[in-house]
């Protein structure tokens, strides 16, 4: 986590140092009837509270598989092509940075009569590119505004099982659009297709940074979420009895902002029109909400899933005595399907997976036993195997344990540290690795 923040630090200071700025002149990036039809989704909300939808650190990744569909001319020459698929991917690597919420949100509404809320959460929401697909068609390449439907028929010609995931059109029009791209959102009926239709201009080609912080923000309106400014065909919500009225980001009177003015370079929300990153955990909520209730539902796990799924946690210098206690491991090492949380795995995906464990006994320092102690693998609350340093073994011992186990997603899979009748135990090291072996895809 904190090395793609770092690269995802770098990549926008190499954008800013070429002289590119934030993209903040988009006119309208939801389709025209869109937000009608979400007004209307609100009025049958209104029993909603929407704080029973803020995710969890324990609820499992909800992963969406994502088809890109680049439109060329007929020569192959117009937009992107083969040479970008590496930048593509990513791309997506910092769209999930976004979800992963890694950074400080700089605009949080007060909110005194509401309860406070805990932010920089886990949206639990990640994206797969599954499909690259280039077209060659000099009129779909100059596809404009507002009707993606030759596109849609393009890609169920090419493969109709494609619409049974989230898909991103690529175009790259002659004349100027009103906004980098558009989509939907999400609708009560729950076949409704929802698809972002995006723009590459020649002449002021979008870098691929900002492309991801585009391409982020289409992802929030497809997950139900609003501007934070009026306008773009997704004004927020504004009145504070609505059950989606986002109070932290807007406050309540008397301190509500709502609207918030566009620009704005205090507000790096991800909705704010500054193509920035941050979510609220309000935020996070709609779109949990829209996952579990409306149309964009269709594309949770299904499709694609995580083809790498890995993780690799560290400790030293554990001591604890009495009952036995969940470890932590302060170091992660590597978090590969963003499954893991510092002391447990949240199974993303079906599948067979490898756990082991290992560590160092201790009783030279810290008043630490020689007696046995263990560290217990779980799999929900039933003990899988244990790692073990028997008594008497000497100053420093060792234990280990490895197995293959069959999980569902949602599992949770941890470990306790237990001694003999209760006695202080220092463990000098240990550590706790895990990842996919074969998964059951959806």
Same mark, same amino acid.
Not at 77 to 105: C, L, M, T, V
């Given at each position: 986590?904190?090395? #793609? ?17 934030p993209l903040n002149e988009q006119t309208i990036c939801c ?18 509270? #929407? ?15 994502? +088809? ?12 992107? +092509? ?7 991917? %990513?791309?997506?690597?910092?769209? +999930? ?5 890694? !950074? %400080? ?39 404009? $505004? ?13 493969? $109709? ?33 929802? !698809? ?11 870098p691929p940074y900002f492309l991801s912080q585009h391409w982020?923000? %289409? ?5 139900? @979420? ?38 704005? @370079? ?15 955990t309000l935020q996070a909520a709609v779109m949990h909400y ?36 969940? @470890? ?12 893991? +949380? ?14 082991? &464990? ?77 990842? @996919?072996?074969?998964?059951?895809? &959806?």
């Amino acid at each position: 986590m904190k090395e #793609l923040e770092r690269l995802s630090k770098q990549a926008l200071k190499r954008e800013l140092d070429k002289g590119f700025k934030p993209l903040n002149e988009q006119t309208i990036c939801c389709m025209p009837e869109s937000i009608e039809n979400e007004k209307a989704q609100y009025i049958s909300r209104s029993s909603i509270n #929407l704080i029973d939808y803020i995710p969890s650190k324990d609820d499992p990744i909800t992963f969406i598989c994502v +088809n890109l569909h680049v439109f060329q001319d007929s020569t192959g020459q117009k937009n992107y +092509n083969e040479s970008h698929i590496k930048g593509f991917r %990513e791309i997506f690597d910092w769209i +999930n940075a976004s979800y992963q919420n890694i !950074y %400080e949100p700089n605009y949080i509404g007060v909110c005194n009569s509401k309860p406070v809320l805990e932010q920089k959460i886990d949206t639990r929401i990640r994206f797969v590119l599954n499909r690259i697909e280039f077209y060659q068609d000099d009129a779909l390449c100059n596809l404009g $505004a507002w009707d993606y439907t030759p596109l849609v028929n393009a890609m169920l010609q090419r493969d $109709a099982s494609m619409n049974s995931q989230l898909n991103i059109f690529l175009t790259d029009p002659d004349n100027p659009q009103p906004a980098l791209g558009y989509t939907r959102f999400p609708s009560s009926n729950l076949s409704f297709k929802q !698809y972002i239709h995006s723009f590459r201009n020649r002449l002021n080609p979008i870098p691929p940074y900002f492309l991801s912080q585009h391409w982020a923000h %289409e992802l929030g309106h497809v997950l139900g @979420l609003t501007h934070t400014y009026n306008g773009g065909g997704a004004s927020p919500i504004c009145d504070e009895n609505d059950p989606f009225y986002i109070y932290d980001i807007h406050g309540c009177s008397p301190t509500k902002q709502c609207p918030i003015p566009k620009p704005s @370079l205090n507000n790096n929300n991800l909705m704010g029109g500054q193509e920035s990153w941050t979510i609220t955990t309000l935020q996070a909520a709609v779109m949990h909400y829209s996952l579990q209730n409306l149309s964009v539902g269709q594309y949770a796990n299904k499709g694609c899933c995580f083809k790498c799924v890995a993780f690799s946690g560290q400790g030293d210098n554990h001591v604890s005595f009495g009952t036995d206690k969940l @470890l932590n491991y302060p170091n992660t090492i590597s978090n590969e399907g963003w499954s893991w +949380n510092g002391s447990e795995f949240i199974t993303p995906v079906d599948g067979i997976y490898n756990f082991s &464990i290992s560590f160092v006994k201790d009783t030279f320092y810290h008043g630490g036993t020689q007696d046995d102690v263990h560290i217990i693998l779980f799999k929900n609350e039933l003990s899988i195997g244990h790692a073990w340093s028997g008594e008497g073994s000497g100053r420093r011992s060792t234990g280990s344990f490895q197995v293959n186990i069959k999980l569902k997603r949602g599992d949770k899979v941890f470990t306790q540290i237990h001694s003999d009748s209760k006695k202080k135990r220092h463990v000098a090291y240990y550590v706790f690795n895990g990842h @996919l072996i074969c998964s059951n895809c &959806i």
